[in-house]
Structure formats: structure tokens, C-alpha cells
């Protein structure tokens, strides 16, 4: 064939950023074949099962396992007793696993057996006896602060009677606590004083909010088991597998590299497996024990005794403006109740601090808060982590405001919304910002204007449905948060002989769809298509490190680890490409399987056949690259000030709602949200988060409600905890803002977190623009309704109390 | 732990009501009941586990003469799906699209929604209104006994029935409606059928001209049981409304505000 | 010892026989006696829909009957449904649709939309919430699952 003669082909220009790509595991989670921790099981396996507290606060004062011990079957009973050396766990290092000498709440674990079947497990737990001596029972944090409470932690006493005041540097666990503070946040910027005194408009309420719970749908489990050296084999779906690794040394007094955590595919996370668990630790000592692998499940009660919850929150929140519409400060005192330990609840303060500081532009802010311990469930993160209380007092102040001063309430919100370039009191330097294009959409797109002063006017006509809508925005942050000593994240790609991928990462998949996400960056930097790539993330000993998936991290921070490691081996391949053509390597681009010429599209070479040129000659070489990607965020100081995240993201939601004003029932009819994400990525997976997360946000707002009565659960099951379900979902409408984040992979920003945020703040202002009344409290049942409608209902006020 | 020591599935009338003599017999219809309370320890099971789903003549909806029987295994898709229902029945049809979920409703059956007696049981309140007769065998010598009684005598309180423990409910009898009969079921819920009722309430009665009479009242949860009255009631009609449903035809209804024994949930 | 019985019935088109547990519910039959991890748990009292699997043509929840009460019936489960080219369309649209986050709730939407749909050949969505009210999801908010369901009427489902 004559030179001029050879065909040459082009390859057109195409792209996998923005398109609906179905997730990569859907076939074979759409055929029932994923194997979840629930459906794994090890030769040799036993079942462990965990007694929990019969009381909620009592001395234990004995534990008889004799009888459980001698049933057929049972290989082991373990009580606190049985391992005088255990360690205490949780950021305040206040929890013992099993516990020691008194139980603190309802789901206190006492004894754990590891049996042979869950059946022997479970009639083994029925026959282990104990003793308790009650104490008075505080379910109310504020009982708690107050003189003379009986103390959750007290300091141990000796054998004379006296207090033991052990050293500080000893954990809580051991040396008890003077006072029923379990941890305490102040933060401040401006002067809020000065703020208050420019002040034409000042305002303050309290707002409270509930116990709710995160119900993903696999309950919680792990299997454990000791290899023959001793080395820990851990079945795990822990959100955060290398901080867990550590510190599960620390508790087992292990040396960490002989912990291995391998991650089944996960039945939903939501930010309930970030901390660390006493079922994990008593599954370990069972393992142990029994020199036989340990599969411990939790039953769907259990999942709702013993799951953290979200962060209830009580909340005084007074805040101030000029007659012109500008903002002038925020006052807030909060109460958390800590429950019996202490677990990442009491850390939203962080997250919380972040929307006083910084929704809208706020020149002086005051916020201080305390944890309190009490007899309750503890708290742990959930998806938006404080955020979606602060909002919820926030957006109603805006909506407030805004009538006290006789302003439209967009107008308003337009006003303080800030702009690319702001740095806020706290220190978050706003790079991309798409705040003021969020609001302007949301409202735009669910015609918010005219429907809300068209609400306003049908109020006091006859009928009893009447029609609201109520807005609120987000922040949240949108390039992970440096809040660990490191924020990065790993990985190692290697190429095989026919150009497939193989990206190891140590970023976990949540169901978030997070794979597909980082394959199709990947794809797309390599020119291949999204069949080509394999994913591996879910071994502690082959992919490298991550911290975790929080904090809506995952697409940004993994992402640009992904695309640095595929960009060093894309630029290796153009230079063996240059090289072997004789072209420059700028000359040169990867796309559809080929090596082309950049400007014309014209095909140089087959990529899998350069590979294999490169790999089977004399000097054989693979392409193997590695890549850490540490963002360029700041930790906080002292002061909590600091540019914490490598971006920032908004969102503003609209929610509709219908009520009847004869049986408070609240109906949510449609919800528009625009959400600034910098660049959609994955169309069909952004979609989805965003359904779900909003669908989250109505469950919260309008019909979720863990009720704890004098420390008890009253409704730890499905029929009674409702969850949204299909029938009750509103239209919803979402729209993407691209701020295009300089940072961010091909400009995308987190996004896990944000749709939940907004929803129930929207829906007071919705429920209020309806029916002139306004709900403090969550959730908006037909009977808080109701009540609040025929003002039944006593506005609470909480005094701002600051620990000392 | 049961003190189940027999699993018997009859495939008679006769062969059931020869076990339930010694009373010590739970019996197993649609089982979603059963299942899940006995699994959780709220109900244990008796010496004897009697499944009466291979028994023939349990089965069924029949016209027959001017009464529809419905057979106690019928379950609560068969009955609301059923042409005789839907033609004669709309108020049952009515309960039975607010039971539960799909998949419960494809499974729970008649006589077991009938026997738990729940004030929350939400074909009992239509059941009430329309008058339904239950049957009961037994056989206390040597053959096959039946009897009815009215559905209203036969609950006694929540929970409880007349049904003694040697006897089977076999089928419901319901009388075909005159006419001029109207009837509604009302839940009070956030969602259209999954929660179990906090307040259900039915009402029923000849209309003619404009006038409503022989008016039966049930109340079912949020009451003290699934009872029927006749009802003095205090009720003023708000007119008949139009309420078109997608995809549905017109129905009409009357509209009533009635002296409510509700108790807040 | 608790009490067995043996029981023949039909699983996935394949007849067979198992010896059960007379307190055992089916969902843990299958789990558990047969090994097919397919049907999940997801609350065991009939709430969440989980474990919907299909008896004799109608879909119910494997966590509300009796094991033994399988005897002489046939019993569908996903594996089964994953191998019916009737369901390929069904399983198509969830997987199209971004209908599958962390896909634990999946085989029972699927179960529970494959008998919605011989039902309802043209559910619309209404039809189709109403249809899976008994199924709960946390991930998705729904709405993907409903436009799966909804677009795999269209697709190439044949008449019962």
C-alpha cells in the first residue's frame, strides 16, 4: 500500500464529564450477586451476640455467666472482667467497650458470647444474670448543667470513701469527670457587641432539634478473625479503614501493620461508620478469645438502639440588621445533649461554626456551646453534620428579618450573599462561589416571588388546604476539610498489555458511586473508555492511604489523586509515543483507545499496541504511577479560623408544601433546588445524591423522630420510625450550577452532603408562609402541627448558657 | 423457646377441626402475623402449629343467594381485586387499598385480620359497616359443627374475639347491600397505606333523596375497638364533592364531620 | 431440639427439598438452609420490603411466612429473576436509570416491581409509588427507582 494511498483515521473529540454513566456495580447489585457483610461467610465461622443494658443508668453489681458458659455451643463469654486491660475508645476516650462498674444508657454492652449459631448466642445471652443497683436516670441535657446533677462520669472513689482525682492524660474512662461537660466549643469573630449596637433589627428564638437516626438498609456487622501469627483479619464497613486500622492497634495493643481491614460492598454509610464502635472492639475480643473467626450482625432493633444518632441540638440563636438589609451579627449559644459517651456528635460545633460564621456575610459572630452527658444515645456524624441544624435557625432568622425590616426576602438573601473572592470571619477564602446564581435559580425556576406573596394573600380565605413555599441555602465544604493531620489521598495506577487500568485508591466506595466517579476522570484523562478501567478500593494492605469518606470529599480529593496519577502516566506514554514517531510531545493526545495528533485527531498509534511495544522489548517497561494529593487547605488554629477546605459549595432549595389546616397534616410537594457542584461529573449519580439526600432532608423536616423517653426508645423499628416512603416524595427539580472550581477535578466540587442541609429550614419557611406560623421545633408532625396551628403550643425559650 | 411439638397441615375442614379439639393448637393462615410476633417473643406458639392452607373450602369469594361469603384465607389483594367486591363493596375495597404494603396484602388473609381483633385492623371497620356475619366450625363430639354470629358480637374488646380456642373461623357473610347504600373508610396517616392506623374510622348508611338514614358508625384505632354503633350522630353534610383521582373515574362523595371518640396518638 | 419437617417445593424452576426448622421463616431458609444471599434482611417484621421474593405469582415478604408453608409452592428470588429474560428489561432500566446506589434495597425493588409490573403492564408512576410503597430505600429518594420501573413498561416485557 502507497503512502497516499493509507487511510488515515480520525478520531473525534468526545468526553465522559457531564454524561449519565450508570454506576459500575449496578449490574451485579441489580442481580442480587453482591456479597455485602451480611452474606459473607468464613469456614469455621462462630456468632457473636452482645447483651446489652436492661437498665439505663445502674452500678452493675455482679455479672454471672456460668450458665451461659456451660451451654452446648457457646465457645466464649466475655464480660469487662475478662479483660482487665481494655482500653477506652471515642474521641474522649470515655467509653469501655464492655462495660466497667456501671451501665450510662440503654444500649450499654455488658456481656458478649460467641457461639456456634446466633441461635445458641442469643439463648446464651437470655442466661447470663445481672445485678443492678439504679441511679437516677438525667434525659434532659439541661437537668444535667444544672448544680448538684448527679454526675454520668463521676470520679472514681477509694476504698476510704474519698474522690480519686487521677492524673490528668488518663482518659475519662478511668478518672471520671467533675462535672457533666462532656466537651465545649467558643468561637468568635468581630465584636458582637459592636454588631448589636448598629443594629436596627435584632431578633432572637430558640429552636430545638431532634433525635434522628441514619437507617441505612444493611444493619451493622463486622467479622473478625486472628490468623495463626496473630495477624487481624477484619471484615469491615468502616467509612474510614486506615484511621481505624490505627486506632484498633491502639485498642488491641497491636502493632498496626498486622491489621488488615477489607471493605465488603456497604449497605449504606451516611457517615454512621466513622467512628469506632464497642461491637467492633467486643468482636475482636471474641476473635480472640475463641482462636475462631467472629461474624457479628446487628438485628434491626439493635441497629436502632445502638447506631449513633444525628446531634440533637438546642439552640438560642439571636441575630441582628440594619434597616437596609445588611447583616450585622449572630449571637448563639447551643446545648448538646452528649448522651452516656462521647462520639463525633459533639464535634458538629466544628461544622456548625463554619454556617454562623459564614452563610451570608456576617461581620461579627459569637458561638459558643457545650456537650452535655446525660443517659440518652450518643450522637455521631450524619450526613451534614450540624450543618443542617444551624440552617435550620439561620434561614428562618433570614426569612424574619427580612419582614421585621420590610424587605423581600430574596432581596434580602441577595444582600448577604457573597461573591467569588470573599474571605469569610472565619477565614474560608471563597474561591469559585456560585451563592447569589443559587439563590437567583431556585427562585427563578419555582416562580418563589409570586408564589409566595399569593400564599400570603389565600391565608385567611376559607378552605383548609393552603399552600406554601420557603426557601433556604447552604454552605458547606465542597474540597474536603482538614481537620486530620493530612486530607489526602493515594493512589497507584498501573496499565496492562492492552490498555485496561487497573486504579488502586484508597478512597471507599459508600454506594455514593464514587468508582465510577474517579473511573471516568481517570478515562477521561487517558482517552479511554469507562469499560477499560478496574477499581480496587477495598483493601487496607494494597491501596494506599485515605482519610475517609466524610465531609464530602471523596469526588474532590480522590478525584485529583486519580487524575495526578493517570496525567505522570499519560505524560509517559507521550513520551514513549513522541519518541517512537518522531513527534513532539505536545503535538501529541490520548482519546479512544489511540495515541493521536492533538490538533487534527489524526491516529499515530493504537495505545495497547504501544504498551505492548514498550513492555516486550529490551528495555521492558510498564506504566505504574503513584500519586498523593494533599489539598491546599490549612488546619484551623486555635481559634478555629483558618481556610479549612480546598472549596466551598452552596445550594439553594425551594420547598412547597400543602397543608391542612384541619389535621396539621403537611404535605411536601415539590422541591427545586440549584446546587453549585463547580462541574457535574457523573450526571446520573450527582441526580441521585441529590434526590436522595433532598428525600433525606423531608424525613428529617416532616416525619422522622426517634423518640427517647426518660433515656428509653420508644420506636427503634420501621413501623414506627417512618421513613419516607415512595408514595410521599415531592416532584423534585434540580439544577446545576458550574462555578468551575480552579481546584477542583475538571472543576467539580463535594456534593454528598449538601441536599439534605437546606430542607427542613425551607419547609418552616414554607409551612409559615401557608399559615402565618412558624415551627421552632423538628419534626413537623400533623400533631406538632396541629397544636401549633390552634396555638397550643408554648414558644419555648432556652437562656443562652455558656459553660464555664 | 415453644413448647411446639406438632406441624400439621390438613386438607380438611374436618381433619382441622378433629386437631383443634385440645385446644392446644395455634393455627398458621397468611402467617404475617404469626411470623413476625411468635419470631420476636410477643407470642408464643402452642404444642400444636396447624396450617389451614391446603383446607379447600377455606378458600374463595362466592355470591351466594343474597350474601357474599368470603372464604378466611381470601387474603386482602383477593378481596379488593375481586369483581363481586368491587361491584358490591366498594367500602371494603376501600379498606383494603389502605392495608399495609403490596406484599402484605398479597399474604394476609381475612380471617386472620378478623381473628387478631386489632383496633388497628382496617378491614374490620367496612367489615362492621356491611353487617358481616362470621362462621365458625368446630367439632365438640364426633362431627363437623357451624355457627354465625354478627361480626359486632363477635369482637369483644382489642385483641379479643369470641372464638374459643377448638374453633375455626371459616368465612365472612356479608349481605348484599340495599339500595341506596353508601359507606366510606377514612384513616388518618401521612402515607396511603403503609402505617398501621392511628385513627381509622367508617361510616355507612341508606341515602335516599338527600336524606342519610339507618347510619352505622365503626370506629376502629383511636377508639377503645373495632365496634359498631348505630349512630345518633351529630353530622351535618358539607355537600357532595367531586374528587376526581388520576387516572381513576369520578367518585362521589359525602362529606361528614361526626362526633369523634379519636384519642390523640 | 426444635421440631423439623421436610418440604418439597419448586425454587427458581428447580424442584427440590429441604428440612426446615418449623419456627423458621423463609427469608432464612433461603439465607440461611439454601445459601441464597440474594434476599436481604433488612428489619425481619415486614416494613422495609427487602426481602421480597415472589410465591406462586404474587410478591410478599419471605420474612412474614413460615418456611414450611413453602411446601408444594414455587418460590422466585432475584438469583431466579436474574436469569429470566423476561426481567433483563427491568434490571436494564434500574441499572440505566441510576436506580442503584448502594444497591442493598435493589433485589427487593426488583422482586417487588417485576410482580408490579405482569400486574400493571403500563403503571404509570403513581401506580408504580403506590406499587412499591412497601419498599424502602435511603440512598436514592426514589425517584430513579420509579422512572426504571415506569421505562421498563416500555421496554420488552411480554403479556403473563
Request: proline share 5%; hydrophobic share 40%; glycine share 10%.
Amino acid at each position: 500500500m502507497s503512502v497516499s494511498e493509507k487511510k488515515t483515521r480520525i478520531i473525534e473529540p468526545d468526553s465522559l464529564i457531564g454524561k449519565r454513566i450508570p454506576k459500575m456495580d449496578a449490574p451485579e447489585k441489580a442481580s442480587g450477586r453482591t456479597r455485602y457483610i451480611h452474606d459473607i461467610n468464613l469456614s469455621g465461622q462462630l456468632y457473636g451476640k452482645i447483651l446489652r443494658s436492661g437498665r439505663i443508668h445502674a452500678l452493675i453489681k455482679s455479672i454471672d455467666t456460668s450458665a451461659a458458659r456451660a451451654l452446648p455451643g457457646v465457645h466464649v463469654v466475655i464480660t469487662a472482667a475478662d479483660i482487665p486491660d481494655q482500653r477506652p475508645i471515642g474521641v474522649a476516650r470515655d467509653h469501655f467497650p464492655l462495660k466497667v462498674g456501671r451501665v450510662r444508657s440503654q444500649r450499654d454492652e455488658i456481656a458478649a458470647v460467641a457461639a456456634e449459631s446466633e441461635e445458641i448466642a442469643e439463648a446464651a445471652l437470655k442466661l447470663i444474670k445481672v445485678v443492678y443497683e439504679d441511679l437516677p436516670v438525667i434525659s434532659d441535657p439541661e437537668d444535667a448543667i444544672k448544680p448538684g446533677a448527679a454526675l454520668i462520669h463521676p470520679e472514681p472513689h477509694g476504698a476510704d470513701g474519698t474522690h480519686l482525682h487521677l492524673k490528668q492524660g488518663t482518659s475519662i474512662a478511668h478518672r471520671g469527670k467533675a462535672d457533666n461537660i462532656a466537651m465545649r466549643f467558643d468561637y468568635a469573630h468581630g465584636d458582637v457587641v459592636k454588631g448589636e449596637a448598629e443594629s436596627d433589627v435584632v431578633i432572637e428564638d430558640t429552636f430545638r432539634l431532634h433525635y434522628v437516626t441514619h437507617c441505612c438498609m444493611g444493619v451493622s456487622g463486622m467479622i473478625a478473625e486472628f490468623d495463626a501469627s496473630g495477624n487481624l483479619l477484619m471484615y469491615s464497613n468502616t467509612q474510614v479503614p486506615f484511621l481505624h486500622k490505627r486506632e484498633f492497634a491502639e485498642y488491641l495493643n497491636m502493632d498496626p501493620a498486622r491489621i488488615r481491614i477489607i471493605q465488603p460492598p456497604i449497605g449504606g454509610g451516611f457517615g454512621s461508620k466513622l467512628d469506632i464502635y464497642p461491637f467492633e472492639i467486643i468482636c475482636l475480643f471474641l476473635a480472640r478469645a475463641a482462636k475462631r473467626p467472629v461474624k457479628m450482625l446487628f438485628t434491626r432493633e439493635e441497629e436502632f438502639l445502638a447506631s449513633p444518632t444525628r446531634q440533637p441540638v438546642l439552640l438560642t440563636l439571636r441575630s441582628g440588621c440594619k434597616k437596609d438589609g445588611t447583616l450585622t451579627f449572630r449571637q448563639v449559644h447551643t446545648l448538646h445533649d452528649n448522651g452516656a459517651y462521647t462520639s463525633w456528635g459533639a464535634t458538629t460545633p466544628f461544622v456548625m461554626m463554619q454556617t454562623f460564621s459564614s452563610l451570608y456575610r456576617v461581620p461579627h459572630c459569637d458561638y459558643h456551646t457545650a456537650a452535655v452527658y446525660t443517659n440518652n444515645p450518643y450522637a455521631g456524624s450524619f450526613r451534614g453534620y450540624g450543618n443542617l441544624q444551624a440552617t435550620f435557625a439561620i434561614e428562618q432568622h433570614m426569612d424574619m428579618m427580612a419582614e421585621a425590616i420590610g424587605m423581600d426576602s430574596l432581596e434580602f438573601r441577595l444582600k448577604n450573599a457573597q461573591d467569588s473572592g470573599e474571605t469569610t470571619g472565619q477565614g474560608m477564602v471563597f474561591k469559585s462561589c456560585g451563592f447569589k446564581d443559587c439563590i437567583n435559580t431556585a427562585a427563578q425556576r419555582s416562580d418563589y416571588s409570586r408564589k409566595f406573596k399569593e400564599n400570603e394573600a389565600n391565608r385567611g380565605k376559607p378552605g383548609n388546604i393552603k399552600h406554601g413555599i420557603g426557601m433556604a441555602s447552604m454552605l458547606h465544604v465542597g474540597g474536603g476539610a482538614k481537620i486530620y493531620p493530612s486530607d489526602g489521598c493515594g493512589t497507584i495506577l498501573k496499565m496492562d498489555d492492552f490498555a485496561n487500568v487497573t486504579l488502586i485508591t484508597g478512597a471507599s466506595e459508600i454506594g455514593q458511586g464514587s468508582e465510577t466517579v474517579l473511573s471516568q476522570l481517570v478515562c477521561e484523562e487517558l482517552g479511554l473508555p469507562i469499560s477499560a478501567i478496574t477499581v480496587v478500593n477495598n483493601d487496607t494492605a494494597i491501596t494506599p492511604w485515605d482519610v475517609g469518606v466524610h465531609a464530602s470529599r471523596t469526588t474532590f480529593i480522590a478525584g485529583n489523586s486519580a487524575i495526578g496519577a493517570a496525567k505522570k502516566a499519560k505524560a509517559k506514554i507521550l513520551a514513549v509515543a513522541a519518541k517512537k514517531y518522531d513527534a513532539a510531545e505536545a503535538d501529541l493526545d490520548l482519546r479512544g483507545g489511540f495515541v493521536i495528533k492533538a490538533a487534527s485527531g489524526e491516529v499515530v498509534v493504537e495505545l495497547s499496541k504501544l504498551l505492548r511495544n514498550l513492555h516486550f522489548q529490551d528495555k521492558a517497561e510498564l506504566v505504574m504511577t503513584t500519586f498523593y494529593y494533599e489539598p491546599p487547605s490549612v488546619h484551623q488554629g486555635k481559634d478555629f479560623k483558618g481556610d479549612v477546605s480546598a472549596a466551598y459549595a452552596w445550594a439553594s432549595q425551594v420547598v412547597e408544601v400543602e397543608v391542612d389546616t384541619d389535621t396539621g397534616m403537611v404535605r411536601m410537594t415539590k422541591i427545586t433546588g440549584a446546587h453549585d457542584v463547580g462541574r457535574v461529573l457523573n450526571r446520573l449519580g450527582i441526580e441521585g445524591q441529590i434526590e436522595g439526600g433532598m428525600v433525606m432532608g423531608q424525613g428529617y423536616a416532616l416525619t422522622e423522630d426517634l423518640m427517647i423517653v426518660d433515656g428509653v426508645m420508644r420506636n427503634p423499628n420501621f413501623r414506627d420510625y417512618k421513613l419516607v416512603t415512595a408514595p410521599e416524595i415531592p416532584e423534585m427539580d434540580i439544577a446545576f450550577i458550574e462555578s468551575m472550581d480552579g481546584e477542583g477535578p475538571q472543576g467539580a466540587k463535594g456534593v454528598g452532603e449538601a441536599p439534605s442541609i437546606c430542607i427542613a429550614a425551607a419547609a418552616a419557611n414554607a409551612i409559615r408562609n401557608a399559615t402565618g406560623v412558624r415551627m421552632f421545633e423538628l419534626p413537623f408532625t400533623p400533631e406538632k402541627v396541629y397544636r401549633a396551628l390552634h396555638g397550643q403550643t408554648p414558644k419555648r425559650y432556652w437562656k443562652p448558657w455558656k459553660a464555664e | 423457646m415453644t413448647e411446639l411439638k406438632h406441624y400439621f397441615a390438613p386438607t380438611s375442614l374436618d381433619q382441622a377441626v378433629e386437631c383443634l379439639k385440645d385446644g392446644d393448637v395455634t393455627i398458621l393462615a397468611g402467617g404475617t402475623d404469626l411470623t413476625p410476633q411468635s419470631q420476636a417473643g410477643r407470642i408464643r406458639i402452642k404444642r400444636t402449629l396447624m396450617n389451614i392452607r391446603h383446607i379447600p373450602q377455606l378458600s374463595g369469594i362466592t355470591l351466594e343467594g343474597r350474601e357474599i361469603r368470603i372464604g378466611t384465607l381470601a387474603t386482602i389483594t383477593e378481596i379488593m381485586e375481586h369483581p363481586l367486591v368491587r361491584q358490591h363493596l366498594p367500602v371494603l375495597v376501600e379498606a383494603c387499598n389502605h392495608f399495609a404494603s403490596d406484599q402484605i396484602r398479597n399474604a394476609a388473609t381475612l380471617g386472620g385480620n378478623i381473628c387478631n381483633a386489632s383496633p388497628a385492623g382496617d378491614t374490620l371497620i367496612p367489615l362492621l359497616l356491611l353487617d358481616a356475619r362470621v362462621e365458625l366450625a368446630s367439632m365438640p363430639e364426633a362431627k363437623l359443627y357451624r355457627h354465625s354470629m354478627p361480626l359486632a358480637t363477635f369482637f369483644v374488646g382489642p385483641g379479643k374475639t369470641r372464638r374459643s380456642l377448638c374453633e375455626l373461623l371459616t368465612c365472612v357473610r356479608i349481605p348484599l347491600p340495599g339500595e341506596g347504600h353508601v359507606a366510606h373508610f377514612h384513616k388518618l396517616g401521612t402515607r396511603p397505606a403503609l402505617d398501621i392506623s392511628t385513627i381509622s374510622i367508617g361510616i355507612g348508611g341508606t341515602l335516599r333523596e338527600g336524606v342519610l338514614t339507618n347510619v352505622r358508625v365503626a370506629f376502629g384505632a383511636g377508639g377503645t375497638g373495632a365496634r359498631g354503633a348505630e349512630a345518633r350522630c351529630r353530622h351535618h353534610r358539607q355537600g357532595r364533592r367531586h374528587r376526581p383521582r388520576r387516572g381513576r373515574t369520578d367518585r362521589r362523595r359525602a362529606r361528614h364531620r361526626l362526633v369523634s371518640q379519636g384519642n390523640d396518638p | 431440639m426444635s421440631l423439623k419437617h421436610d418440604i418439597e417445593f419448586t425454587l427458581n424452576g428447580v424442584k427440590r427439598q429441604a428440612s426446615v426448622d418449623v419456627t423458621m421463616n423463609t427469608l432464612a431458609m433461603l439465607r440461611d438452609v439454601i445459601g441464597l444471599t440474594g434476599t436481604k434482611y433488612g428489619c425481619g417484621e415486614g416494613e422495609c420490603g427487602a426481602c421480597t421474593i415472589q410465591v406462586d405469582g404474587v410478591s410478599l415478604n419471605s420474612c412474614l411466612m413460615f418456611a414450611v408453608d413453602c411446601d408444594g409452592r414455587e418460590l422466585t428470588t432475584i438469583e431466579g429473576l436474574a436469569n429470566d429474560s423476561k426481567a433483563d428489561a427491568l434490571r436494564e432500566a434500574f441499572v440505566e436509570h441510576g436506580a442503584v446506589q448502594c444497591g442493598f434495597c435493589t433485589p427487593g425493588m426488583i422482586m417487588q416491581a417485576d410482580h408490579l409490573l405482569h400486574k400493571h403492564p403500563h403503571a404509570d408512576a403513581e401506580c408504580v409509588k403506590r406499587g412499591i410503597e412497601g419498599n424502602l430505600c435511603r440512598c436514592t429518594g426514589y425517584k430513579k427507582i420509579v422512572d426504571a420501573i415506569v421505562a421498563a413498561e416500555d421496554g420488552q416485557r411480554t403479556a403473563p
